[in-house]
């Protein structure tokens, strides 16, 4: 059965026109943002957002703001006819494909600064990224108007910085966390995957592994500081040309613990490179006891 053509608004009058018409009939809406070269893993919070809400929209926009100059921004994977047919099959409602000047209109000069747990980690090798993020995020939301975003815990420092300037700035939309989607082998799903040789994906399909060993010795009560740096050696070990960081930090806030074990629930957060890709991954610690 062919599933049918999804919608697509380029604009944010057309988005709130059609937003507008479903709340009207007292629909709930929800949101997945994405920058497109869709996966298994935008499908999963496409599918989550249908549970929790009437309808959903999806945005595809790869966001120049969060992309320094040496980054992928001009080779990022771009496929916007496959991802409406990709976001059709999973439930999806509406796409939002705005162009970058219907974003950031001439003169656009409005930024957005998250502290607390935007600091460190990503921080500390692209200083750009979540000020990027927050301005998008940010429009997003306040152009969709839904009532609540999911947005996957891959990408879990993004989601505790989206949490913290919701919560700030009084944005009424929910922000829900889904939980990482992994090929067969742990992998995580990433759009950059596809930049990958074969020889290095069966490197990459390490680093999970390397991650829950981590977590389980931090679990069994651990040296933090110790463990995060074994990890990193055992990364290298396998394969990985650089670490960027390997840092466990608490769950909630992504502060860093105060004394050398995890006692509080925990999470173990890692960046690592394979020749020119950058990979990213996380998992939950329990705290010890």
């Not at 496959?82 to 974003?103: K, N, Q, R, Y």
């Amino acid at each position: 059965m062919t599933t049918p053509a999804l919608p697509v608004v380029t604009t944010v009058i057309d988005l709130r026109e059609t937003v507008g018409a479903w709340k009207k009939q007292g629909l709930t809406v929800g949101f997945v943002p994405t920058m497109g070269a869709l996966h298994e893993g935008h499908l999963t919070l496409v599918r989550e957002a249908g549970q929790q809400a009437d309808r959903v929209v999806a945005s595809v926009f790869v966001n120049p703001t969060q992309f320094a100059a040496h980054e992928d921004l001009g080779t990022y994977p771009r496929q916007e006819v496959l991802d409406a047919e990709l976001l059709a099959s999973a439930g999806c409602h509406l796409m939002f494909a705005p162009t970058t000047d219907e974003m950031y209109p001439e003169g656009f000069s409005t930024g957005v600064s998250v502290g607390g747990p935007s600091e460190g980690l990503e921080t500390d090798f692209r200083p750009h990224f979540f000020s990027g993020v927050a301005v998008v995020v940010a429009k997003l939301l306040n152009q969709v108007q839904a009532d609540v975003a999911v947005f996957g815990e891959k990408d879990y420092q993004q989601l505790m910085v989206v949490r913290r300037m919701t919560l700030d700035l009084d944005i009424p939309t929910r922000i829900v966390g889904a939980p990482t989607q992994r090929d067969g082998h742990g992998l995580a799903l990433s759009s950059r995957n596809a930049y990958l040789s074969e020889d290095e994906i069966a490197v990459a399909r390490r680093l999970n592994g390397v991650l829950a060993q981590a977590g389980a010795n931090a679990a069994a009560g651990g040296s933090v500081a110790e463990i995060e740096a074994q990890a990193a050696r055992s990364l290298l070990e396998a394969g990985f040309a650089m670490v960027d960081y390997v840092a466990i930090r608490q769950a909630g806030s992504l502060a860093v613990f105060e004394g050398d074990q995890v006692d509080t629930p925990g999470r173990i957060l890692a960046a690592a490179w394979l020749g020119k890709t950058r990979l990213i991954d996380n998992m939950a610690v329990a705290a010890v006891g």
